[in-house]
């Protein structure tokens, strides 16, 4: 992993921590979790507080999440909205993480200057052991608690100042007064800086988790529908009149399942030709067989014509792998119809043309999922699914890892927000 690290493939745009003040904080933070303080004097945080530098010290990567579920938060600064999500049993903790604090803000900008906010996104359940307690989770509230117990002081001191507003004799009570005073010592004027969190609930809506091997959820109004490896407890098992239940490994049905929804782009010219979509596909195709054939092969070298040459003298193989060939084929008749006729295709090929609708709220999710379906395009795959592509990564031999490091960095890495509208139509 260091390969990715040193080139900010993993655990890249997190902030760093140095401030005495705030490394303190944040100990009291984890002391409140039972967990020993941090003995380090500089570390990084993602968006949820999650440290890889303390989890390393810690010999514990769960320690804001010890069961996969009731995701722990640190919260140190407002700064942290803008970070990504690095560690992860959910695949939408992060835009959970990310609704609490922008919905809060103005309370999280005025706690986080004289203290640390922590707590767990907390659901309806504790553990889970099958697929019906993940069913369970319709919405999550966050628990929010303070080291200096600001919170607790200012929803005091409200009740105070609500008492002396609406008892005619309250104003005689010294000892009420002076509490008030000190208490605004702490929390300063309540009337202007509120100190409790507007919204805490938030729904819990279509997501991936890795539990069972990995796992899709997807809310419409009339059903849920998992995604997921058959042999997951409690698949087809848990509420069939409610939920529909598909394996991972059924190409057929799966892609219905997008179709039918509405959650994917069908191969036209309006968006394929302009994308560079199905180029991209072929080229990552090529990469892969090269590998397949010459695993030793270093390809930092390799340029368009190299890869054509090799493409012309190794056309047996590639015609028997078919995908090469099936990309050039839709590629020539989506410029001559405009269109693909998408049920000619095998079932798994479809997945080599399609992508998530732009505009659908599950649009990462579905490109995520389709990302399952195409192993081998390791830049797609490092976009919607890093926890799978780090997972593929460790199978890698040490030729091939450095080869989708450069691969990443000449595309994807250059203009992130750039690739993304280009191949996927998706707008930050």
């Given amino acids: 992993m260091d390969i990715l690290r040193d080139n900010e493939l993993i655990y890249g ?32 945080i ?13 010999g514990d990567y769960q320690y804001l999440d010890p069961n996969a579920i009731n995701r722990r938060f640190i919260i140190l600064t407002p700064a942290q909205a803008s970070l990504p999500v690095v560690h992860t049993a959910f695949s939408n903790t992060s835009q959970l993480m990310y609704e609490f604090v ?78 008030m005073v000190e208490l605004a010592k702490v929390c300063g004027d309540i009337r202007e800086n509120a100190l409790v969190p507007d919204q805490v609930i938030f729904r819990h809506n279509a997501f991936w988790t890795s539990h069972f091997g990995g796992l899709y959820v997807f809310v419409d109004p009339d059903v849920t529908t998992v995604i997921s490896d058959p042999s997951a407890p409690g698949f087809r098992r848990s509420r069939p009149w409610q939920v529909s239940y598909l394996s991972i490994r059924d190409a ?3 892609y219905r399942f997008l179709a039918q929804t509405g959650r994917i782009e069908l191969p036209r010219a309006s968006w394929i030709e302009k994308s560079g979509y199905l180029e991209h596909r072929a080229e990552m195709a090529i990469r892969n067989l090269i ?78 999922l389709i990302s399952d379906f195409v192993p081998f395009d390791f830049v797609s795959r490092y976009i919607f699914n890093k926890q799978g592509f780090y ?10 890892r450095h080869h989708v490091v450069d691969v990443l960095k000449s595309t994807y890495l250059k203009d992130k927000e750039a690739f993304r509208e280009r191949l996927y139509g998706l707008v930050d």
């Fill in 391 to 400: 997972k593929d990564y460790q199978g890698f031999s040490d030729v091939w």
């Fill in 46 to 58: 993602d968006r949820t507080g999650f440290s890889p530098q303390v989890a390393e010290e810690l």
């Fill in 102 to 179: 922008t919905r809060n803000q103005r309370v999280i900008d005025a706690l986080t200057i004289k203290d640390v906010l922590y707590g767990e996104i907390e659901d309806s359940v504790s553990q889970v052991e099958d697929i019906e307690d993940l069913l369970g989770i319709h919405q999550v509230e966050f628990r929010v608690l303070s080291a200096e117990d600001v919170l607790g002081k200012a929803g005091e001191l409200q009740t105070l100042v609500d008492r002396l507003k609406q008892e005619p004799d309250a104003w005689r009570d010294d000892d009420m007064l002076n509490r």
């Fill in 291 to 368: 590998h397949e054939a010459e695993p030793k092969r270093d390809l930092s070298d390799t340029d368009k014509v190299w890869l054509q040459s090799w493409i012309h003298a190794n056309a047996e193989r590639i015609n028997r792998d078919g995908t090469f060939p099936f990309l050039n084929a839709a590629k020539r008749e989506i410029a001559q119809v405009g269109q693909l006729r998408i049920e000619e295709a095998f079932p798994q090929q479809r997945f080599l043309v399609i992508r998530a609708r732009p505009d659908h709220p599950d649009a990462w999710l579905t490109n995520r």
């Fill in 13 to 44: 745009r997190l902030l760093t921590i140095t401030e005495p003040h705030l490394i303190e904080r944040y100990n009291k933070a984890l002391r409140a979790f039972g967990l020993p303080p941090t003995k380090l004097t500089s570390f990084e």
């Fill in 252 to 254: 057929e049905r799966v």
